[in-house]
């Protein structure tokens, strides 16, 4: 078990497979600590995703077992991500999905980058 109470590390997900070169990307950004690619289901008409290139299931694991190094070299490169998008003077949204609850899909841990348009409420109401 992962250290948040997800399952266990799957190293066959969709971002473990683009990380090794299985399945292709429209790369923006790729460094030592990080890779960002565009959304194949854009929500914005700027949505990319920044993952670390380390085995981390969440946000839980990534805080507990990253480095230093890798914990910097990640946001460094969400930061920069945005920057180079042209985002900073319009503004973005950051949103990061974990387990059921959160909606996660892919169980590695991954940052959303939104922008380009004015992106709405933080959290939707619940359905009725
Ligand atoms: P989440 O719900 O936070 O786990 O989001 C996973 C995101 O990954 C979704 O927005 C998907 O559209 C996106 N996604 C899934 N497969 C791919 C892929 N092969 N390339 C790019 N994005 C993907």
Redesign the pocket.
């Known amino acids: 078990m992962s250290i948040s109470g997800l399952p266990p590390y799957d190293p066959q997900n969709?971002?473990a497979?683009?990380l090794r070169g299985e399945?292709?990307?429209?790369r923006v950004h790729e460094d030592a600590f990080a890779l960002a690619?565009?959304?194949?289901?854009?929500?914005a008409p700027v949505?990319v995703?920044v993952i670390p290139k380390g085995a981390y299931v969440s946000n839980a694991d990534f805080a507990a077992g990253a480095t230093d190094a890798e914990i910097a070299g990640f946001w460094r490169a969400v930061g920069k991500v945005a920057r180079d998008l042209g985002l900073e003077a319009g503004g973005y949204r950051i949103?990061?999905?974990m387990g059921a609850d959160?909606?996660?899909?892919?169980?590695h841990f991954?940052v959303?980058i939104f922008g380009g348009r004015r992106i709405g409420r933080m959290v939707p109401r619940p359905e009725a």
């Open positions: 969709v971002f497979r683009i399945i292709p990307c429209r690619f565009h959304d194949i289901n854009p929500q949505h995703l949103l990061s999905n959160g909606g996660q899909e892919v169980p991954h959303h």
